[in-house]
């Protein structure tokens, strides 16, 4: 179908000096308004710049450039955690979904490799890095592309609290949904592949999942093939590359917090779109980075009281973050399928 997914200005957050609280507010008001309806919206003015997004894309290529035997100098362990590393194309399955969608996803295979970068100061999961002579300057540029995007993080986070018209107590407490050093860094590259393996019930780029966390962040290369469910529809959407945009999804613990004011938004990366698909020579390799906010491990995810009402009773239980993830996180990977 033909849509335009949501495009968010938040100018308004990242050039203080130039903008009115008014101009929060509006641009605010919209993003929670994309977000309410959708579960996701794309953003400009995060403050992350085309030079360093284009910087960004170049260590990705070097990074999955690398010969295999070079890539599994940094393994991804034979478990969910630490949740850090390289892990190869079929090491992943399909993350889990609560419907039907999600339900037949978990038999597809993953057609892609990733590695999982934590914050340096993460005390419960070490990152795992490759030899500093395999590839020179990737530690290095990998720990301040974090800390950069940590920081991203807190501008929808503020628009959010901004736009809902949250009070200090509330504000507060949504704050505890973004933790800077337990959240994580995805660099995700998707080989080559013919568009009939795509189109087969065995093997998917990445199969249709919501993601556990508060939110996440996602920066595509120019070959598209990123889908979001509309939730009222129920049809998948092309979510477009464009230039500048970042794409900010709902994920569980925001859908939790808010009672389902903003749900957690499935999505998948699949066929490109008909208008950029490639013809029978096979769709080309497509390249992101993910950053995954969440709330401290430890950290018990309640809903916000404003959000439950006789009309609109509670759907949640409070949950600890860590024990939610772990129950997920057994469904997100099959290990040892090198």
């Given at each position: 179908m033909t849509f335009t997914i949501p495009t968010v200005d938040l100018t308004a957050f990242t050039?203080?000096?130039?903008?009115?609280?008014?101009?929060?507010?509006?641009?605010?008001?919209?993003?929670?308004a994309a977000l309410h309806r959708y579960g996701f919206a794309k953003v400009t003015g995060h403050g992350f710049a085309k030079d360093e997004v284009d910087q960004a894309f170049g260590w990705n290529q070097k990074l999955f450039d690398l010969p295999f035997a070079d890539k599994v100098k940094a393994p991804h362990p034979p478990g969910p955690f630490p949740h850090r590393g390289y892990s190869g194309i079929d090491q992943s399955g399909a993350p889990p979904s609560a419907d039907a969608v999600g339900n037949s996803s978990r038999k597809i295979s993953g057609l892609r490799e990733s590695y999982e970068v934590g914050s340096e100061d993460?005390?419960?999961?070490?990152?795992?890095?490759?030899?500093?002579?395999?590839?020179?300057?990737?530690?290095?540029?990998?720990?301040?592309?974090y800390e950069k995007l940590a920081g991203v993080g807190s501008v929808p986070l503020n628009a959010i609290g901004v736009g809902l018209g949250l009070d200090e107590k509330e504000r507060d407490a949504?704050?505890?949904?973004?933790?800077?050093?337990?959240?994580?860094?995805?660099?995700l590259h998707y080989p080559a592949v013919s568009k009939a393996r795509l189109q087969s019930d065995v093997f998917a780029r990445l199969p249709a999942h919501n993601d556990w966390g508060s939110?996440?962040?996602l920066f595509q290369d120019e070959n598209d093939g990123l889908e979001l469910r509309d939730p009222q529809t129920q049809e998948f959407i092309h979510a477009e590359p464009e230039e500048g945009t970042l794409v900010l999804n709902i994920g569980d613990m925001l859908g939790r917090f808010t009672n389902d004011y903003f749900k957690s938004a499935v999505h998948q990366v699949a066929v490109p779109s008909p208008d950029t698909a490639a013809d029978e020579r096979g769709i080309p390799a497509r390249r992101s980075i993910a950053f995954f906010v969440g709330p401290v491990p430890s950290h018990t995810v309640a809903t916000l009281p404003r959000f439950v009402s006789s009309d609109n009773p509670g759907r949640y239980d409070p949950v600890r973050f860590d024990e939610y993830g772990a129950v997920v996180s057994k469904y997100h990977y099959q290990v040892g399928n090198i």
């Open positions: 050039a203080i000096s130039t903008h009115s609280d008014a101009d929060r507010v509006r641009a605010g008001q919209a993003l929670v993460d005390d419960q999961q070490q990152n795992i890095w490759l030899p500093e002579e395999t590839l020179p300057g990737f530690r290095n540029y990998a720990t301040s592309l949504l704050e505890q949904l973004a933790s800077h050093r337990y959240s994580q860094l995805r660099f939110f996440t962040m």
